[in-house]
């Protein structure tokens, strides 16, 4: 009788180590719009990401809009190997979030740095600092790696430690002025109130004393606000533009559309993962093996495992078939199946199709799983502390590598305290596995930590061990270095 052993695998990415123990990490704000699985973070890059294209239309600069996890209050524009960047730092955003305007004149700003060629005038470029293109291979799956729950630095990709390597450069105090009469231009052809950059003067005025690296960066004071109020009334900007008060950046409208986008994404993520992705086989991978059709073989490769080494003489029979015959069939579509990715998902919904038992509802639930491309419908057959505690003990016992007499021993040892024969335990193993998977594939990847009896993240950062949105289902589970083998399951 064939087994299929297809075990849960992860795909592990470490960060790279900070130079300092301030080091902070770098990310295109366009990933972080695009990628951030949690709310917040979605929607602050999203926002972040339509402001700063407005201002870059109406400027006509081109540069790189990056976000760093540092939680000094600045921003800046710098140069790193002759690509144009801006840099607004989580300190930064914190402190202006309430307000939508200061943060585009912020941005706005350090955008005229470069239209100005400011950085350029002051010889301050960082050639030679190789870390461009870490930045823009950075992608991110959760939380920049902190506060996202079980295993915590969950990514889809590599984040990238750069630590003190990017420079905020400083200017005098005629290019600051300069900054901030072009920004409050582009502000008002982009539709932002320039109140904002006088409610920003006031915000940084007001950081004397405070852990502000901006004060050093962005010189300021009375000649900056009262230059950029003149200007302000000089340029006669629409009244209702002036009238218009503060808002947040991010709105409860742009939260939950964040939200709803990563359901979306995770939604398809699920249904990708439930359906597979392997083409369908030739007509010729289905024809018949010594009259047993592939369905046939599905469905009795289920039934010899019901019936046991006992009763499958007498089911060989009512088949007609031999043992030597019936291991000719089994070969032959197995050979096939190795070929055939989609063969094996429609193995998988024929075996399970033909579940018996007290967990032949939870069987059928499986088969659809695989057969209609829909998720797991049912409530688990039982609770999540006894599914682990199961496979653990009969992992410990060698299943499924049983004989009768070792199947025997786990159902009076084991399962019969939970009215399980070995067969249900099989029938239930796959459905927990094919659960943790699609929670996985999610983003939740609690489900298989606790399922798999995987060790708690606090030993993740240690190892270098990272997962998030890139679970990759396979062979072996590999956490931290340490492989993790589990009972065999059809699950694919």
């Not at 915590?152 to 105090?173: M, Q």
Request: glycine fraction near 10%; hydrophobic fraction near 45%.
């Amino acid at each position: 009788m064939t087994r299929w052993g297809t075990i849960l695998s992860v795909v592990a990415f470490g960060l790279a180590a900070a130079a300092s123990a301030r080091a902070a990490d770098y990310y295109l704000v366009d990933r972080l719009a695009a990628q951030a699985t949690d709310a917040p973070t979605r929607a602050q890059a999203r926002e972040l990401e339509r402001i700063y294209a407005d201002l870059a239309r109406v400027s006509g600069v081109e540069a790189k809009l990056i976000y760093s996890t540092d939680p000094d209050i600045n921003a800046y524009a710098t140069i790193v190997d002759g690509e144009k960047l801006v840099v607004v730092q989580e300190g930064l955003l914190a402190n202006l979030g309430d307000d939508r305007d200061a943060v585009a004149a912020t941005l706005g700003h350090e955008l005229a740095h470069h239209k100005a060629d400011h950085i350029n005038a002051g010889r301050r470029k960082q050639e030679g600092v190789r870390v461009l293109g870490a930045i823009l291979g950075a992608v991110v799956g959760a939380k920049i790696g902190r506060d996202s729950g079980d295993f915590a630095g969950a990514v889809s990709g590599a984040a990238v430690g750069v630590g003190a390597n990017l420079l905020a450069l400083k200017f005098n105090r005629s290019q600051e002025l300069e900054a901030d009469r072009l920004s409050i231009g582009w502000m008002i052809d982009a539709g932002y109130n320039p109140q904002g950059m006088l409610r920003l003067q006031r915000e940084i005025g007001a950081m004397t004393g405070r852990r502000a690296a901006i004060l050093s960066t962005h010189p300021t004071g009375k000649k900056r606000y009262d230059a950029a109020d003149k200007l302000i009334a000089k340029l006669a900007p629409p009244p209702d533009l002036l009238a218009r008060d503060a808002q947040p950046l991010v709105s409860d409208a742009a939260l939950a559309e964040a939200d709803g986008a990563i359901r979306t994404d995770r939604d398809a993520r699920v249904a990708a993962a439930v359906r597979g992705n392997d083409a369908e086989p030739p007509a010729a991978a289905l024809a018949p093996i010594d009259g047993v059709d592939f369905a046939t073989f599905a469905a009795l490769s289920n039934e010899l495992v019901y019936a046991g080494d006992k009763g499958k003489p007498a089911l060989l029979a009512r088949y007609r078939l031999t043992d030597a015959k019936y291991a000719a069939i089994s070969d032959g579509y197995t050979a096939r199946m190795s070929e055939y990715g989609a063969l094996r998902t429609r193995f998988s919904a024929g075996y399970f199709r033909a579940t018996q038992g007290k967990l032949a509802p939870w069987g059928k639930d499986l088969a659809d799983s695989y057969e209609s491309g829909a998720p797991l419908k049912l409530d688990p057959p039982y609770p999540l502390d006894v599914a682990s505690a199961l496979f653990a003990a009969m992992r410990e016992r060698g299943a499924p590598n049983l004989d009768d007499a070792q199947q025997a021993a786990a159902e009076r040892d084991v399962l019969a305290a939970h009215g399980l024969t070995y067969y249900d335990f099989l029938i239930g193993h796959n459905w927990w596995a094919r659960h943790a998977k699609l929670a996985a594939v999610g983003g939740d990847t609690s489900l298989l930590s606790a399922y798999f009896g995987l060790k708690p993240t606090a030993t993740a950062p240690a190892d270098g061990v990272h997962v998030g949105d890139n679970v990759n289902i396979g062979k072996n589970v590999r956490i931290g270095g340490k492989e993790v083998r589990t009972a065999d399951t059809h699950d694919e």
